[in-house]
């Protein structure tokens, strides 16, 4: 019996078509999984499951019931969590949890036994307010939220971006474990590990359904997105012998939290750095001391020849930065925000129009040169934003999760982009949550709980520490951590 | 040079805004359309009623003066007091003239007769303007006595009464503060929510540049909306500024000086664009109201006006009155001016201060 | 029942959790209060006075004296000519010149008052309080008196108004902002999947900015009675009463806000455009209706705290009954009714 029937469903914006005749069955007890780049129309389908928007065309029924005309049917049998954090950040875990469950008409304890492989894990926290807790711990909480209130149905908009690997291990076993008390689960991800742990997935394209398959089935028919050949890279011929970044003993206290705790390391120039770690291991503000936002409480440390704490200013001009929240002006063009950049660096007009067309013209970017930041998809942007970061040739790049949220084919032509950076001689600094990223990188470490457990060649960590894949590495040692929050 | 860029890339922020750029041009205009018909504190169709307990010719002759003068509605005659009250209670009438039962008895006996004036004071301006002019129609209707001297009264300035002309150039300071105050306020906090601000941090962009290149917007705003304000209160009211218009334009530049400053510092400290606009607003308002725009300072208790010689709104306001109105030269607002440069200028150290690239 | 005193409890749990916002909410009250109780008055007090003669002699001497001895007139000067009296008033150094003909004492000239007219109103009442108080008190024909307000306190007249404001600012604003957020963070996807009605998830949001303003009421009030000593003349069970009804109008309103605002600084924007501006301007509050042009009357004739700050203003100042309110009472059950109706009805059960 199918628990989810949509047929030629379609929505569109305006002139946007966010969905095109879509049409798929769910059974019941399935873990299905939607798949496709940003903008594919996967929230607006979770929307109309959820009879939070009316749709264009089409029909779909949840659980037999119509998603326009029996809304509050509908309402009644689903668990939703949209894909931003659900929760409310001044509530404490245990009043947000007593909150949804009052909602739907029950309680916390009632629905205990639905979300007990779930909240006991985070029980001990009950009375942190719920913005306190890390990315992944966060994720937990909205879960449990979700399934308090025993749906038929539960609706996952990516549960997991954003959430460090081991975190996300942990949320799909749950997820799986949940799956034996007979509820449906319809999730997305951009994640390859997590893709697999369905049993149907659909790739959704434009607002069109491409396919639908087991796993290794659509992963392979749409190889070239999902499954792109891994990338060449020449190595260490460009690394050179002296260091560009060297730390002693670094330490970030706020108040009594050491969220960096004593750490020392050295990159060499022209190297890509990994560096590693859980959701609130403290990789962040590490990044921060190095870049100059920040004061180091105790420890010294040298960038590019200068000191962190007193000359800060200077290393900010050999530097480049990009954060995980982006980086550039959504309200200025391509041009512009190149513009402003480098000018800020000091080039004049005519190196910089020079130069800007250079790069425009190798990104094949040269047809949106006037268009809005906003109007680009996010990997897009994200390969922008690292141009514009790299446009005046600085020593270092700093890369925070770069490449959030995107799937695998365009994190691949990210990478060509950090290659050839590299190979000009910039050491490139990155963290991220992907794992087959940090078997590009030519040196990784890993933070757990503040301070660096494990540093060196991807292979030789493998080795070290007798495990297959970084994968393994990581989950190895992230999984001794103790403390589970900043 | 950097800030060449940087200036470029605020007009550019300010131009796609959907919102900004109406404001800009929309918000001086209604203002200066709607507000000086608004703040108009003169007070006009106040209702007298009478109570002649004396009904001579005399005091009839008192009647007919305050029917023909055009500043008062006559309410009627009432028998007596209480019924004049009654209509005080419901809001009929605001003013109640009682003439005495030997009113021209003696007036003819030359001694002065008692008459009452009872006005509703919950609007305190209107009730004390009513009876003070119900009072100048009473003294000039008594034949002249041998012990009271002649005393005229010469307006300067303001010869035909004019609220508005007293009005305008304090809504320059208005729209100064709305648009140099809250917009800068929300600009930092609003690079702040959006993430952006922590790339500008890494970049080797001086705290310097980077403020003035807040700024410097603002104050080409602030000069293009007070040229604006300047023609409309040509244009609409005929009110043209008696003094040089040049001191007009500097002590506006001031004045954007420290509000510009000020929305920054507010900015600097806050995390959202509510807390700003929140903490904004406590400001703007708290100033506006102890700035002399509306009543006079020197009516103010000791504590309210020692708050005046740290309020720049107040110097502004003087001086703008003093200049626009009054004729005032450079020796009349030198004062003034320099003391919005004092609080502007710390207004702006502080700016570039409270901003931190390093924490 | 459950469902709705837990959404209750979760929505007091935030405000009471914005310690800034808290801060700014009872702050302004206060400040408010003082400020317009005590600071704004047109009072006329330390009117700076210059005197200017040729000569003094014992009648100019008396005049002076009276003024000099009067607590509403500062003497800072004695000048020789007009147009040095002229110059001082100009540097803002004086307000107020009163200029001896040559010949005062024999009667065959007068006095004259120069005044700096820029503000009219304070320049008439500077120049009236100026003649009574020269005029020889056997000759007072005038016995003034001012009723309700003997002390002409401005606060009589502020409260009212501030009441006005401030409440319609809690509700309206704060309201809006509250339900705008829950948009804007994603959590109102959840509370709009869940099966709770709509009519409870509004009625929730409201009724702890209804305790909060209720709570905001009766700090004015207090306040009011005892700080600056207005007394409270009116039935104070009437007054509460057509205060949340007010409130219940400002409810509406923020909710109608709501639906409009997408993001949190639109909803604030709004708040502040489309009702504080014509609130401050158009309600009465500061500026009387009455001297308006007739568009802007009509235009005034359709802002609610207009008539629940003459409402207000009849009922707490001039003490008198209710029966006397009931046409402000009647228009603002109106207002309330459409706009409640409004707002339940544009409530939006789905994201568009």
Redesign the interface.
Known sequence: MNCIEVKNLSKAYGTVTALHQVSFDVKRGEVFGIIGPDGAGKTTLYRLLCTLLLPDGGSATVDGYDIVSQMKEVRRRIGYMPGRFSLYQDLTVQENLEFFATLFGTTANEGYDTIRAIYSQIERFKNRKAGALSGGMKQKLALSCALVHKPSVLLLDEPTTGVDPVSRKELWQMLLSIKEHGITIVASTPYLDEVRCCERVAFLDQGHLRGIGTPTDILERFASVFNPPGIEHSGSGAIASDNVIEVEHLVKAFGDFRAVDDISFSVRRGEIFGFLGANGAGKTTAMHMLTGLNQPTEGTGRVAGFDIRTEHEQIKRHIGYMSQRFSLYDDLTVAENIRLFAGIYGMNDEDIARKTDDLLEKLDFADHKHHLVASLPLGWKQKLAFSVSIFHEPDIVFLDEPTGGVDPATRRQFWELIYDAAARGITVFVTTHYMDEAEYCDRISIMVDGKIKAMGTPAQLKQEFNQPDMDHVFTHLARQATRTSD | MTLKYLIQKEFLQIKRNAFLPRLIVMFPIVVMCVLPWIMNMEVKNVVVDVVDNDRSTLSQRLVHSIEASNYFIFGGLKPTYADALHDVETSKADVVLVIPQHYSAQLTQQRAPQVLIAANAVNGTKGAMGSAYLSQIVNSSLPATNNSAVVAQLNLYNKHQDYKLFMIPALFAIVIMLMCGFLPALNIVGEKEAGTIEQINVTPVSKWAFILAKLIPYWIIALFVISVCLLLAWGIYGITCQGNIAWVYVLVMLMALFWSSFGLIISNYSDTMQQAIFVMWFFVVSMLLLSGLFTPTRSMPQWAYLTTYVNPMHYFIDAIRTVFVRRGTWHSIAHQAGALLAIGSVMAAWAVNSYKKNS | M??FV??VI?EA??IV??R??ML?LF??PV??ML??G???????????TVVVTSSIDHRTQQAVNRLAASPYFVITATVPTPADA?RL????KA?LAIVFGPD?AS?A?????????????????W??YA?QT???P?????????????Q???A??FVPAIMGMLLMLICAMMTS?SIVREKE???M????????KPLMIIAAKAVPYLLLAVVILVCILFMARYVLLVPLQGSLVWIVAISVLYIMLALSLGLIISNVART??VA??LS?MVLLMPIV??SGM???V????PV?QWVSAVIPPRYYIQAM??LM??G?GVE?VLREVTILACMTAVLLAVALLKFN????
Not at chain 3, 349 to 352: F, H, V
């Open positions: 459950n469902q837990s959404f979760k749990r935030h959790r914005d800034r916002t700014i702050g302004m400040v408010l400020l317009f005590f600071a704004i008055t047109t009072d006329v007090r330390n009117v700076r002229e008033i100009r540097n803002q307000d005062f009667k000239s007068g006095a004259q008052f120069m005044v700096d007219g820029s503000d009219p109103n304070m320049a008439q009442q120049t009236t003649i020269i005029a020889n056997d000759a007072a024909a005038v016995n003034q008196k001012m009723l309700y307000n003997p002409m306190k401005s009589y007249n902002i963070k994603g959590t996807e959840v509370l709009l999947v869940s099966p709770v949190q600084l604030l924007l502040a301007m158009l500061l500026f009387p009455e001297s308006m042009p802007l203003r009849k100042i001039m008198v006397q059960k789905r994201l568009e």
